[in-house]
């Protein structure tokens, strides 16, 4: 079992930064791919980053690239989002996710692999 809880979202304007957070309990977050997923009022959850599980290989959403960073921090069972150069598109919930059966990244990661989600954090962002 793994529960996942994200924190550091909030309202910030065009061109802000935020650092969203995901901290996960469960002896196995160290063998994990983690992801990042968001989804905006009326849309589909969408893949933003993956990070297998020793942290070095990692896959970003095309349009994300160049803006957030994914990372993790194993001996604080967390994984990280760094959001840059925000836009108010970039609204939505944001989701972290854990892919129990997978440690490498090799590409995206669906929204059906992931075992098990957090509840999100909602990002705002103002024009």
């Known amino acids: 079992q793994v529960q996942l809880v994200e924190s550091g979202g909030g309202l910030v304007q065009a061109g802000g930064s935020l650092r969203l957070s995901c901290a996960a309990s469960g002896r196995t977050f160290s063998s994990n791919a983690m992801g990042w997923f968001r989804q905006a009022p009326g849309k589909e959850r969408d893949f933003l980053a993956a990070?297998?599980?020793?942290?070095?290989?990692?896959n970003y959403a095309d349009l994300v690239k160049g803006r957030f960073t994914i990372s993790r921090d194993n001996n604080k069972n967390t994984v990280y989002l760094q959001l840059n150069s925000l836009k108010p598109e970039d609204t939505a919930v944001y989701f972290c996710?854990?892919?129990?059966?997978?440690?490498?990244?090799?590409?995206?990661?669906?929204?059906?692999?992931?075992?098990?989600w957090g509840k999100g954090t909602l990002v705002t962002v103002s024009s």
């Open positions: 996710a854990a892919d129990v059966h997978r440690a490498a990244v090799t590409g995206p990661l669906k929204v059906g692999d992931m075992d098990y």
């Open positions: 990070i297998s599980a020793n942290g070095f290989g990692k």
